[in-house]
C-alpha cells in the first residue's frame, strides 16, 4: 500500500480552521511542528498503531521530560527540551492520525486533556525538584524549591481546570458549546487587563513548550555563573505566575459571558 502524499494528507488531517483555533492551537505548532507532524503521518497511516496509542505515547514523553529535569547539569535541561517537543510531536499526529481514519472519539479528547494535565504537572513539579538539588553533595535538599515547583504545577492544572470546567458547567446546564466571543470579559476595564496579560503572554511560561525552553535557559545561565541561582529563581518566577494567572483567569471567567 503506497503511502499517501503531503499534499494528500494535508486538507484532510489539517482542515480548514484547525491552526487558527483561538485556544486550541499553539504557536508552536502553527509556526513549525504542524508541517513536521504531516511528515511523520504519512509512515504512520498504514500502520497497526492507533490514535489513542499514539496519545499514550504523547503522554509518556510529557511525563519523562519532567523526570529529566531530575538529570544535573545541562543534559536533564536539554533532555527535557527535547522530549517536551517529542510530546508537542505526537499531540499532532495523534489527532492527524485519527483525522485520516475517520477515528476521532470522545475517549481520544479526554485522554488529549489527562495527557495536557500531566505533562505540564510533571515538568513543574520537575523544575521543583531540580531547583531542590536531590543530589546535593551534603545530602541536604532544599525542599522549600520543590514546594514552590508543587506551587507552579497546581496552578498550571488550575488555569486548564478552569477552561474546561466551563464546558462541564455549560454541559450540564443544557447549554451549547462557548462561542470566543463570549471569552470576552462584560466590563471594560476587565477586557482592557485581558488583553494586556494576552499581550504580554507572561502566563505562556506555565506551559509545556514554554517551560521546558525557559529551564533551558536558566540552566545555561546556571552552567555560565555556577550554582543554582537561576534555576531557583526561575522557579519562583513560574510559581508567582502560576497563582497569579490561577486567580486571574478565574475572574475572567466569571467576568466573561462563558457561563451565561
Not at 504531516?38 to 489513542?52: A, F, K, S, W
Not at 521543583?128 to 535538599?141: N, V
Not at 506551559?207 to 529563581?233: I, M, N
Amino acid at each position: 500500500m503506497s503511502k499517501p502524499s503531503v499534499a494528500e494528507l494535508r486538507p484532510v488531517v489539517h482542515p480548514e480552521g484547525v491552526k487558527d483555533r483561538r485556544s486550541g492551537e499553539h504557536w508552536a505548532g502553527r509556526l513549525y511542528m504542524r508541517e513536521v507532524s504531516l511528515r511523520c503521518d504519512r509512515h504512520l497511516v498504514g500502520t497497526r498503531i492507533t490514535p489513542n496509542q499514539l496519545t499514550y505515547l504523547m503522554v509518556l514523553a510529557g511525563v519523562l521530560a519532567g523526570a529529566a529535569l531530575l538529570v544535573p547539569g545541562l543534559t536533564g535541561a536539554l533532555l527535557g527540551a527535547l522530549l517536551v517537543q517529542l510530546y508537542l510531536l505526537l499531540d499532532c499526529v495523534d489527532g492527524e492520525i485519527a483525522r485520516w481514519r475517520g477515528q476521532t472519539s470522545v475517549t481520544g479528547v479526554y485522554l488529549d486533556r489527562v495527557g495536557h494535565y500531566l505533562a505540564e504537572a510533571a515538568l513543574l513539579t520537575g523544575f521543583g525538584l531540580r531547583a531542590a538539588d536531590l543530589f546535593a553533595a551534603d545530602g541536604e535538599a532544599d525542599w522549600m524549591w520543590a514546594f514552590l515547583g508543587a506551587v507552579a504545577a497546581l496552578g498550571a492544572i488550575l488555569i486548564k481546570a478552569e477552561t474546561d470546567l466551563v464546558d462541564v458547567a455549560r454541559a450540564r446546564s443544557g447549554l451549547s458549546a462557548v462561542r470566543d466571543e463570549a471569552a470576552v470579559p462584560r466590563s471594560s476595564g476587565l477586557a482592557f487587563a485581558r488583553r494586556a496579560a494576552a499581550a504580554l503572554k507572561f502566563h505562556r511560561l506555565v506551559g509545556g513548550v514554554e517551560a521546558s525552553l525557559f529551564v533551558l535557559l536558566v540552566a545555561v545561565a546556571d552552567l555560565v555563573a555556577g550554582g543554582l541561582f537561576y534555576t531557583r529563581l526561575g522557579v519562583a518566577v513560574l510559581a508567582a505566575i502560576a497563582v497569579v494567572q490561577t486567580l486571574l483567569h478565574l475572574v475572567s471567567v466569571l467576568a466573561s459571558s462563558r457561563l451565561r
